[in-house]
C-alpha cells in the first residue's frame, strides 16, 4: 500500500463562458534539423540522464486560458509552435488536481458507521507494523525480485476485464462498470456488466462504501491513498475531489496505466459537465446526485474505457494520423480554411477509421492531444454513430482548453457518393438528447466482436461496422451562429465531393492505402512497432498480424509496450528515467528506445541477438523519417 503527501492547489480560476479570440504568444524559433540518432554505440539497460520534455506554452485564442502544469513558461520551450501541445512528463508525487479540502464523511446508517469504524481500526493497526528495511540484504533481495519480474514477463491465458468506480467524497455513486460472475447449468462461470442502476450491482454498493472509508482513513490522517497491491491484482485511486475514481485491473500493468485511464475518465466527465459547474453543485449540495445529470452520458464513457484499451495514442500522449498521400491531405485541408463570415470558429477537423486526416485551426495556437481524444471519442460513441440525422450538434467542454467553459461542435459524416446513403435532417440538440442509450454488450459479445476486428488497427468502440469508412467533419466554434456553420459545412462537402477528394479518401480507406505492416518494411524478426515524433506529437504503428492478431496476445503486447513506457519516463516513482529498456518474454523481445527528436517501441522474436534488436531499431527509424510526409500531419493552414 502507497500513498503521497497532500500536494497544493495549482488550477488558476478562469472566466466562465465561451472563449472568444484574441492575442496570444509569439512563434517561438524553429530547432535545427538533425539527423536520425543510432543506438550503435548503445548498450542494452544502460541508464541514461533524465530526458528533458520542453512543452509548448501557448495560450488558445480568447479570455480563456488552459492551464499550465508545473509552471513551464514559453520562453523555456525549445519545441516550435506546431499543432499539438507536447504533454510534459508530470511529477508522480504532485499529480495536478488531486487537492482539495476533500473529507471523508458519508451518510449511513448507524450500523454502517461501526463497520467503517471497525474497518479503519484494522487498517491503522495493519499500517502500524510497517517493515522495517534496516536489514540492507532484505531490501536487496525485494530489489532483484522486482527487477526480475520486469525482464521475465510470464504469459498469461486471458485478462480478466477492469473494473471502474466513480463516486462523490460523499460516497454517492456515480459511474461504474462492474462485473460479476453468474453460475448456471449450461455457462458454468459468465461474466455480466453491472451498472449502478442494476438490480444485481450491490456488491458494487456495498463496494463504493469500502473505498469511501478506505480514503477517507487517510484523509482524516492527513494522508492520500494512490493504490493497493495484492499481487497481481492492483487497485489504483485517483481523488479529484469532489470526486473519486478508483480501477481493478489484474493485468499486471503498471500503475501510471490505470491512472492515466482514470485522468482520462475524469476529463470525458468535465467534457459533458464542466469543473466550474462542478465546483458550483457541490459547494451548494454537497451530497448532489450527479447521476441525474450524467443519465445520458454513459454511453460517451464506456466508448472511452474501450478505447483506452487499445489506443496507444491516448497512452503515450499523442495522436494518431491516418497515412495518407500528402497532396491529397493537402488539397483537403485547404478547402476546410473558414471564411471571415463565420465568427468564433476554433477548429475544423477532418477525421476517418478514428483518426485524424487533418486539422485546420488558429494562427499561433496549438490544440491539446487530450482535447482531441476526447472530441473524437464523442463523436465515434454508439448514440452519435448510429443516430439516423446527418448532422449533429454537440455542446462540450474542452478541459485542457478552458475547464470553466462550453464549446459547440457541428459534426457531420460525409456521404460517400456510392449511392448508398441518403439525405437526412440535421439533428438539433433536443433531438439528440432524446436519442436512445447505448446497449452495452456483455464481455463475451464483445470478445467476438473483438475476434472479427483482430487484424484491424481501429480501436474497438471507436466506430460502428457500418460507419468505419465514413469521413467525419467537426467544426469546433464558440458563439458561432449554428446556420452559418451548417451551411458552410454543406459548402465544404459539396466542394470535397465535386473536386472528386472525397471520393479519393473513400477508396484510399476501402482499399488499405491508410494502413501498412511491419513485413513491408522487410526488416528480419520485426513484429510490431510504435513510433512517436516528439516534435510532431504524433505516432504511427503498423496494423497487428500474427501472433498478435489474437485479443489476449494484443492485450499483452500493448502491456509490455506500457511498461517500457512506464520505465523510460519514470512514470510510477522511479528513481530516474533511461534511454534505453529492453524485455526478453518467452513470446518475443520488446525494447524501448528515447531520443531527442523520437521514441520507438519494437517486438520482435525472442531468438535474435541484442544486436539484431539494435539494427532493426535504427532500420525503423529511417524507414520513418523517409516516409514522415505520409505518416504524419507535420503542416497545416492556419487562419
Known amino acids: 500500500m502507497s500513498h503521497t503527501p497532500r500536494t497544493s492547489p495549482s488550477r488558476a480560476p478562469s472566466r466562465s463562458g465561451t472563449p472568444v479570440p484574441g492575442r496570444s504568444p509569439s512563434r517561438l524559433a524553429p530547432p535545427l534539423i538533425r539527423p536520425a540518432p543510432s543506438v550503435s554505440s548503445l548498450r542494452v539497460y544502460?541508464?541514461?540522464?533524465?530526458?528533458?520534455?520542453?512543452?509548448?506554452?501557448?495560450?488558445?485564442p480568447g479570455t480563456a486560458t488552459p492551464k499550465q502544469s508545473g509552471g513551464e513558461s514559453s520562453s523555456a520551450s525549445s519545441i516550435t509552435e506546431g499543432i499539438l501541445i507536447q504533454?510534459?512528463?508530470?511529477?508522480?508525487?504532485?499529480?495536478?488536481?488531486?487537492?482539495?479540502?476533500?473529507?471523508?464523511?458519508?451518510?449511513?446508517?448507524?450500523?454502517?458507521?461501526?463497520?467503517?469504524?471497525?474497518?479503519?481500526?484494522?487498517l491503522r493497526r495493519t499500517l502500524s507494523k510497517k517493515e522495517s528495511f534496516t536489514d540492507i540484504s532484505k531490501f536487496r533481495q525485494r530489489h532483484r525480485e522486482k527487477v526480475a519480474a520486469l525482464n521475465e514477463?510470464?504469459?498469461?491465458?486471458?485478462?480478466?476485464?477492469?473494473?471502474?468506480?466513480?463516486?462523490?467524497?460523499?460516497?454517492?455513486?456515480?459511474?461504474?462498470?462492474?462485473?460479476?460472475?453468474?453460475?448456471?447449468?449450461?455457462?458454468?462461470?459468465?461474466?455480466?456488466?453491472?451498472?449502478?442502476?442494476?438490480?444485481?450491482?450491490?456488491?458494487?454498493?456495498?463496494?463504493?462504501?469500502?473505498?469511501?472509508?478506505?480514503?477517507?482513513?487517510?484523509?482524516?490522517?492527513?494522508?492520500?491513498?494512490?493504490?493497493?497491491?495484492?499481487?497481481?491484482?492492483?487497485?489504483?485511486?485517483?481523488?479529484?475531489?469532489?470526486?473519486?475514481?478508483?480501477?481493478?485491473?489484474?493485468?499486471?500493468?503498471?500503475?501510471?496505466?490505470?491512472?492515466?485511464?482514470?485522468?482520462?475518465?475524469?476529463?470525458?466527465?468535465?467534457?459533458?459537465?464542466?469543473?466550474?459547474?462542478?465546483?458550483?453543485?457541490?459547494?451548494?449540495?454537497?451530497?448532489?446526485?450527479?447521476?441525474?445529470?450524467?443519465?445520458?452520458?454513459?454511453?460517451?464513457?464506456?466508448?472511452?474505457?474501450?478505447?483506452?484499451?487499445?489506443?496507444?495514442?491516448?497512452?503515450?500522449?499523442?495522436?494518431?494520423?491516418?497515412?495518407?498521400?500528402?497532396?491529397?491531405?493537402?488539397?483537403?485541408?485547404?478547402?476546410?480554411?473558414?471564411?471571415?463570415?463565420?465568427?468564433?470558429?476554433?477548429?475544423?477537423?477532418?477525421?476517418?477509421?478514428?483518426?485524424?486526416?487533418?486539422?485546420?485551426?488558429?494562427?499561433?495556437?496549438?490544440?491539446?492531444?487530450?482535447?482531441?481524444?476526447?472530441?473524437?471519442?464523442?463523436?465515434?460513441?454508439?448514440?452519435?454513430?448510429?443516430?439516423?440525422?446527418?448532422?449533429?450538434w454537440l455542446p462540450l467542454c474542452l478541459p485542457k482548453f478552458n475547464s470553466s467553459a462550453f464549446v459547440n461542435a457541428y459534426v457531420m459524416f460525409l456521404p460517400r457518393n456510392d449511392g448508398q446513403d441518403t439525405p437526412r435532417t440535421p439533428a438539433t440538440p433536443g433531438e439528440l438528447a432524446e436519442a436512445p442509450p447505448m446497449a452495452v454488450p456483455e464481455p463475451e459479445e464483445a470478445q467476438r466482436n473483438d475476434d472479427a476486428s483482430s487484424a484491424q488497427s481501429l480501436p474497438i468502440g471507436v466506430a460502428a461496422a457500418g460507419r468505419a469508412t465514413e469521413v467525419g467533419l467537426i467544426c469546433v466554434s464558440g458563439n458561432?451562429?449554428?446556420?452559418?456553420?451548417?451551411?458552410?459545412?454543406?459548402?465544404?462537402?459539396?466542394?470535397?465531393?465535386?473536386?472528386?477528394?472525397?471520393?479519393?479518401?473513400?477508396?484510399?480507406?476501402?482499399?488499405?492505402?491508410?494502413?501498412?505492416?511491419?513485413?513491408?518494411?522487410?526488416?528480419?524478426?520485426?513484429?510490431?512497432?510504435?513510433?512517436?515524433?516528439?516534435?510532431?506529437?504524433?505516432?504511427?504503428?503498423?496494423?497487428?498480424?500474427?501472433?498478435?492478431?489474437?485479443?489476449?496476445?494484443?492485450?499483452?503486447?500493448?502491456?509490455?509496450?506500457?511498461?517500457?513506457?512506464?520505465?523510460?519516463h519514470a512514470k510510477s516513482g522511479q528513481e530516474r528515467t533511461l534511454k534505453l529498456q529492453y524485455i526478453r518474454t518467452t513470446q518475443e523481445s520488446v525494447m524501448g528506445w528515447i531520443t531527442q527528436s523520437f521514441e520507438l517501441y519494437l517486438a520482435l522474436s525472442p531468438h535474435l541477438p541484442k544486436s539484431a534488436v539494435v539494427s532493426a531499431a535504427n532500420a525503423i527509424a529511417k524507414w520513418v523519417q523517409q516516409e514522415e510526409h505520409r505518416l504524419f500531419l507535420r503542416n497545416a493552414p492556419v487562419f
Request: aromatic share 8%; hydrophobic share 35%.
Open 46 to 60: 544502460s541508464h541514461g540522464s533524465s530526458v528533458v520534455h520542453s512543452p509548448v506554452s501557448v495560450s488558445p
Open 480 to 568: 458561432a451562429d449554428f446556420e452559418a456553420v451548417r451551411g458552410w459545412c454543406e459548402t465544404v462537402s459539396q466542394r470535397l465531393a465535386k473536386d472528386g477528394l472525397l471520393r479519393s479518401l473513400s477508396n484510399a480507406i476501402a482499399n488499405g492505402e491508410t494502413e501498412y505492416t511491419a513485413s513491408s518494411l522487410g526488416i528480419p524478426g520485426l513484429r510490431h512497432f510504435v513510433y512517436k515524433s516528439r516534435s510532431h506529437v504524433q505516432i504511427t504503428m503498423p496494423i497487428y498480424e500474427e501472433p498478435y492478431d489474437s485479443p489476449n496476445e494484443k492485450r499483452r503486447l500493448i502491456t509490455l509496450y506500457q511498461t517500457l513506457f512506464d520505465a523510460i
Open 153 to 392: 514477463i510470464p504469459h498469461t491465458p486471458g485478462y480478466p476485464p477492469r473494473q471502474y468506480f466513480v463516486l462523490t467524497d460523499a460516497g454517492k455513486p456515480v459511474f461504474i462498470r462492474y462485473y460479476t460472475c453468474k453460475q448456471s447449468a449450461t455457462r458454468p462461470s459468465v461474466l455480466t456488466l453491472c451498472s449502478d442502476h442494476d438490480s444485481n450491482a450491490d456488491g458494487a454498493t456495498s463496494m463504493i462504501g469500502v473505498i469511501q472509508a478506505l480514503v477517507s482513513i487517510f484523509l482524516d490522517d492527513g494522508d492520500k491513498l494512490r493504490c493497493i497491491n495484492a499481487g497481481r491484482t492492483r487497485i489504483v485511486f485517483l481523488l479529484r475531489p469532489p470526486l473519486y475514481y478508483v480501477c481493478v485491473s489484474g493485468w499486471g500493468e503498471p500503475e501510471s496505466v490505470t491512472r492515466f485511464h482514470l485522468e482520462y475518465l475524469h476529463l470525458q466527465i468535465l467534457s459533458v459537465v464542466s469543473g466550474e459547474q462542478l465546483k458550483r453543485m457541490f459547494e451548494q449540495r454537497r451530497n448532489f446526485d450527479l447521476r441525474r445529470l450524467l443519465g445520458g452520458a454513459e454511453p460517451f464513457l464506456y466508448s472511452l474505457l474501450a478505447r483506452l484499451e487499445w489506443d496507444l495514442a491516448m497512452s503515450t500522449s499523442s495522436l494518431h494520423c491516418l497515412k495518407l498521400d500528402p497532396v491529397l491531405r493537402k488539397s483537403v485541408a485547404d478547402i476546410l480554411v473558414p471564411t471571415s463570415k463565420i465568427k468564433e470558429m476554433l477548429y475544423v477537423i477532418l477525421v476517418a477509421q478514428g483518426r485524424i486526416i487533418t486539422l485546420v485551426r488558429p494562427r499561433k495556437h496549438s490544440i491539446h492531444p487530450s482535447d482531441l481524444h476526447i472530441l473524437v471519442n464523442t463523436i465515434h460513441s454508439p448514440s452519435i454513430m448510429n443516430s439516423s440525422a446527418a448532422a449533429s
Open 87 to 122: 504533454e510534459p512528463d508530470a511529477e508522480v508525487d504532485t499529480i495536478d488536481g488531486e487537492q482539495g479540502h476533500a473529507s471523508g464523511l458519508v451518510d449511513s446508517p448507524a450500523g454502517d458507521e461501526n463497520s467503517k469504524k471497525n474497518l479503519r481500526d484494522q
